[in-house]
């Protein structure tokens, strides 16, 4: 499987730092890294990971200005595309296919060649310009994941919190992972 990993300037790098790491232990699994200007920016500020760190993860990585690239083109066999974080701004050049940089071309192609595109939406509040792009990728096939938190599996650490919403995203793919903690209905104390 290929997937490619594409980090923007939202909020909440580490959701596409940790998707990188679990995607690292499957071996069965390739990954393509496309890090924005302001993804690079972020990623730094908020976490102790470098950008080297980060791009280590991945089998491959990208420049977001080369449109050049295998990813680029949907002759190029990958098998879904995550955004995490994505960024209202690279939501809005997605659903309107401006393709004018790499994560945003390479999401255009995904969609074209019908395959998984996967968004980890931040911002928040939403205003109806948000809702509405993400209703119109819906529509199209995307899967709207937006980090949001679960409780009913009593997370002890932001960590905790980051895992669940990671391994939830894999589980998107098709990859069951040991990990996830799933619903399992309500029990009593």
Same mark, same amino acid.
């Given at each position: 499987?290929?997937?490619?990993?594409?980090?923007?300037?939202?909020?909440?790098?580490?959701?596409?730092?940790?998707?990188?790491?679990?995607?690292?232990?499957?071996?069965?699994?390739?990954?393509?890294?496309?890090?924005?200007?302001?993804?690079?920016?972020?990623?730094?500020?908020?976490?102790?990971?470098?950008?080297?760190?980060?791009?280590?993860?991945?089998?491959?990585?990208?420049?977001?200005?080369?449109?050049?690239?295998?990813?680029?083109?949907?002759?190029?066999?990958?098998?879904?595309?995550?955004? /995490?974080?994505?960024?209202?701004?690279? @939501? =809005?050049?997605? !659903? +309107? %296919?401006?393709?004018?940089?790499?994560?945003?071309? &390479?999401?255009?192609?995904?969609?074209?060649?019908?395959?998984?595109?996967?968004?980890?939406?931040?911002?928040?509040?939403?205003? /109806?310009?948000?809702?509405?792009?993400? @209703? =119109?990728?819906? !529509? +199209? %096939?995307?899967?709207?994941?937006?980090?949001?938190? &679960?409780?009913?599996?009593?997370?002890?650490?932001?960590?905790?919190?980051?895992?669940?919403?990671?391994?939830?995203?894999?589980?998107?793919?098709?990859?069951?992972?040991?990990?996830?903690?799933?619903?399992? %209905?309500?029990?009593?104390?």
């Amino acid at each position: 499987m290929k997937v490619i990993v594409a980090i923007t300037g939202a909020t909440g790098a580490i959701f596409g730092i940790r998707i990188l790491e679990i995607l690292k232990d499957i071996k069965e699994v390739e990954t393509h890294l496309i890090l924005s200007s302001w993804g690079r920016k972020t990623l730094e500020s908020e976490t102790n990971y470098t950008v080297e760190e980060v791009e280590a993860l991945a089998d491959f990585t990208y420049e977001t200005i080369d449109l050049g690239v295998r990813i680029s083109s949907g002759s190029f066999q990958v098998d879904a595309m995550i955004i /995490s974080p994505c960024s209202m701004k690279t @939501l =809005a050049s997605i !659903r +309107m %296919g401006l393709a004018d940089n790499l994560i945003s071309r &390479a999401a255009d192609v995904i969609l074209k060649e019908g395959r998984k595109l996967i968004l980890l939406t931040r911002e928040t509040p939403l205003s /109806s310009i948000h809702l509405e792009n993400m @209703l =119109a990728l819906s !529509r +199209m %096939g995307t899967v709207i994941l937006p980090p949001m938190p &679960a409780f009913y599996n009593h997370p002890k650490t932001i960590y905790d919190i980051v895992d669940h919403i990671a391994y939830r995203t894999v589980d998107q793919l098709g990859i069951i992972l040991p990990n996830l903690k799933r619903w399992d %209905g309500l029990k009593e104390k």
